[in-house]
Structures are given as structure tokens and as C-alpha cells.
């Protein structure tokens, strides 16, 4: 079968300059024009090779910097490699930088025109669509709006629309999923999935091992420009995650135990991991640490870092004393970054109802770097939580229920099942 998208020996260099580069063209000239120079180049990316067939979805993973996005560039035609080949059969549909290929002072009505031509698509095929494109965008109201006019997040939708409406042979996605409602995410992956199944080849940026293990058929994990690994997305994404844990560790200072804002001791490498550059100085179980199988549990979290932390991700497991994790969540479905820490925040995850067999687990949570590149600070197995139930069960789940028998089976007199 021909490949949707063929990468060979694909390199790209950049140059990078003065770390105490000059500001301005005065500066500049006060310094004899010397650090406006190139100190060295860099490759960015090197020795690139892979295949994607039409129907495939491969997800890239890696850390900040990795080259992520420069690949994904190249491989849209934004720029040109210095090395290597890139080979696309089909049309591309590229979600790439949000908001690229916008203008600001056109309204959302004339850009999808032009991001639409811009496409591949000719005038009247665009009007064709174009309905259908402001509905899937449930943007109708604003869609004569001036596009600075917009949220990121319409922006995003816009962008997304137009995308998935040009017929794509080949879609490039870079980090879309995380912006945006979760219901509208919802709706992009289902549309993903539709795109797929007519033989789109997806290629699909994330930083979510979760993700690209749930939504791929293969998987790339760069480091520093270079491919680590390659293959099936189960393998890669638990690589790139067994990283993360040792470099977590890695960079685990020595600290004596610390006691949280409610007593729990906290002991460095035995319930606590991470570079504490962000710490996690309290956590609250309310209404209390002991509650009925299917009672709601508010997870008050306190947290600060001395020096600014950008956009932390902040999670939590529910797990049972071997470890098995019975609940996990993560603040990326908030469907937007945390804000930039700076001293003091607080945070709390409401959950409506447990729905957990009766029995005795922790509540696990963690600060991590925004890519999940390492944990800033990770408390596991400090705060128990103990679920009552009056029945006992196996498993995990123990969800509301009742049982009902077919007419047949209840006996004719009297008694009440
Ligand atoms: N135009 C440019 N000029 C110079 N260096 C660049 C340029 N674009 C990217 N780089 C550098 O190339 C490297 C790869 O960047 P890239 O944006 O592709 O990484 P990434 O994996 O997408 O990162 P992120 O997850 O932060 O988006 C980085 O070191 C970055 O600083």
C-alpha cells in the first residue's frame, strides 16, 4: 500500500544566539553588532524516518523542545529541512500553530475563506461547506466577528472546523486536544475517529502518554531531535512515562520529613518524589477520610513554589494498598493550563459520588512539570481513605444497582422479590 506520509533521514538545524542577545537595534549597535551573531548551530531534529499508511494514526510524544513541533512543521511544509525527504500523498489538513493561518482583522467569516483556499479547496466548494463548518465550530453568532474579537478557544474550534472540512488525506494535529472544552474535545476526537476510518492518516502531537496510547496505532517518542523510540504506542508511551519517573527521581533532593498543614509526615524517596520546586503543603479529604460507598469526596489541595512554576499539572489516584489505581485524574480535563504559580494556591476536585467497593485505599496526588516531564512534588500513599459498603464485593467498581426478574420466575402467590 503507498504511504500517506513518508519521512526519510529528515534533519532541520536552527541557529542559536547570545544568551544576552541585544534588544534593540541600539544595542546592537553599542556592542559593534556582535552578538546579533549566530553563536553555533544546532539540529534541531535529525535522522527522522518513518511511515504513516492512510487509516494510521501515529502520536509523537517527548519532552519541551524535543523537536515536536518543528517536525510537524516540515512535514505541513512550513519551512525547509536540511537534510532528508518528506513524501505526502493526499491533501493536508494542519492544525499546527493555533491560529497560523488566521488573520485577526478578517471576521471568522472571511478566514474560513481563506484558510479554506489556503487548504486546497476552491471558492465555491468552501461555500459549500461552509455551514456546516460555522455549526461544527458552534460559532454562527460570532462568525462576522472580527477574529481578534475571539477566545483562544474559538479560535481553536474555528481552526479545527475548517480542518476536518477540507477532506484530508492527511490531518496534523499539534497539542489541539488540550484546548477547549471537554465537550468540544469530545467532539474532535469523534471526528478524528471518522477521518480514520475514511483512510486519513493522522499524525498527532501530545504530551499525554494516556492519549497517545488510547488514540494511536503507533508511536514516536524524540529526545532532544533525535527518534528514542519507535513502534507500538502501548511500548513508547510506557518508555517515555518510565522516564519520567527516574528523572522524578533523579532529581529528588535530600530534605528531612516534613509534617503537612494536617500532620501527615511527609519522608523524602518513601511516600514523596520530585524536585520540590513546586511543593504540595496540605491536602484535606472532606468531608472526612472515611466515607460511604458511593458518598461524595471533596480533595481540597494546597500548593506553592517559591520561584514561578509555568502552567503545572496537578493529579490524583485513588488507589488500593497494592497499588492498583482505581481512579485517576489529572487538571488537563479542565480543558485549560493551570495559571503560572507564584507563591500560594489552592485547588479542590469535587467528586459527585465513589462509587469504590468498601475498603481501605490512598489517595495519591501529584505536581508535575508542565509537559509531565518529571514531578515537582508527588505524595504517595500519605492520605487513606477508607470506604464503607454494608455488602461485600470483589473488584473495583461498585456501581448503584438492582436486580429484577423476568415475570416467569416469580412465583404466582404472595411473595415480593
Ligand atoms: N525558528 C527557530 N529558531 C531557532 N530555534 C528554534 C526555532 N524553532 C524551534 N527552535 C528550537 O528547536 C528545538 C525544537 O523546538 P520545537 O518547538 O520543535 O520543540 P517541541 O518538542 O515542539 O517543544 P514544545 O513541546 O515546547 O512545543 C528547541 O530547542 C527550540 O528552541
Not at 481578534?148 to 474555528?158: C, F, N
Not at 472544552?181 to 475514511?198: G, P, T, V, Y
Not at 527518534?227 to 527521581?249: K, L, N
Request: hydrophobic share 40%.
Amino acid at each position: 500500500m503507498r504511504y500517506a506520509v513518508s519521512v526519510q533521514g529528515l534533519g532541520k538545524q536552527f541557529s542559536r544566539y547570545h544568551g544576552d542577545r541585544p534588544l534593540t537595534f541600539q544595542e546592537a549597535v553599542l556592542s559593534g553588532l556582535r552578538r546579533m551573531q549566530p553563536v553555533e548551530k544546532f539540529w534541531a531534529l535529525r535522522d527522522i524516518s518513518f511511515n504513516v499508511l492512510p487509516g494510521q494514526m501515529l502520536g509523537i510524544i517527548g519532552r519541551n523542545g524535543a523537536g515536536k513541533s518543528t517536525l510537524l512543521q516540515l512535514i505541513g511544509g512550513v519551512g525547509r529541512p536540511d537534510e532528508g525527504k518528506v513524501k505526502i500523498n493526499g491533501r493536508i489538513g494542519a492544525l499546527l500553530d493555533l491560529g497560523a493561518g488566521f488573520h485577526s482583522d478578517l471576521t471568522g467569516r472571511e478566514n474560513v475563506f481563506v484558510s479554506g483556499v489556503v487548504a486546497g479547496l476552491t471558492r465555491r466548494e468552501v461555500a459549500r461547506r461552509f455551514d456546516a463548518i460555522v455549526e461544527f465550530a458552534e460559532l454562527a453568532p460570532f462568525i462576522d466577528s472580527p477574529l481578534r474579537t475571539y477566545s483562544t478557544g474559538m479560535q481553536m474550534r474555528l481552526a479545527f472546523a475548517v480542518a476536518v472540512h477540507t477532506d484530508p488525506q492527511v490531518l496534523l494535529v499539534d497539542e489541539f486536544l488540550s484546548v477547549g472544552d471537554i465537550s468540544f474535545q469530545a467532539k474532535c476526537l469523534d471526528r478524528i475517529a471518522q477521518l480514520k476510518e475514511q483512510g486519513c492518516a493522522i499524525i498527532l502531537i501530545s504530551h499525554s502518554a494516556e492519549q497517545i496510547q488510547e488514540l494511536c496505532d503507533q508511536a514516536i517518542w524524540l529526545r532532544d531531535g533525535q527518534i528514542i523510540a519507535y513502534g507500538e504506542p502501548g511500548i513508547v508511551a510506557g518508555q517515555y512515562v518510565a522516564e519520567m519517573r527516574s528523572e522524578t527521581q533523579r532529581r529528588t533532593p535530600t530534605r528531612p520529613p516534613k509534617l503537612t498543614d494536617s500532620g501527615i509526615e511527609l519522608r523524602v524517596n518513601e511516600n514523596r518524589f520530585g524536585s520540590l520546586e513546586a511543593e504540595i503543603t496540605n491536602v484535606r479529604l472532606l468531608p472526612k477520610g472515611e466515607i460511604e460507598s458511593g458518598a461524595p469526596l471533596a480533595i481540597e489541595i494546597h500548593y506553592q513554589a517559591e520561584q514561578p512554576v509555568e502552567s503545572p499539572i496537578i493529579s490524583v489516584t485513588i488507589s488500593r494498598e497494592d497499588g492498583q489505581a482505581c481512579f485517576d485524574i489529572s487538571t488537563e480535563t479542565l480543558g485549560r493550563s493551570l495559571p503560572l504559580l507564584d507563591g500560594k494556591n489552592q485547588i479542590t476536585l469535587h467528586l459527585d459520588r465513589l462509587d469504590l467497593v468498601g475498603g481501605d485505599y490512598f489517595v495519591d496526588v501529584g505536581i508535575y512539570e508542565q509537559n509531565w516531564a518529571y514531578a515537582y512534588d508527588y505524595h504517595w500513599h500519605a492520605y487513606p481513605l477508607s470506604v464503607r459498603s454494608p455488602i461485600q464485593q470483589k473488584g473495583i467498581l461498585s456501581s448503584p444497582h438492582r436486580w429484577r426478574l423476568s415475570p416467569a420466575q416469580v412465583p404466582a402467590l404472595g411473595t415480593r422479590y
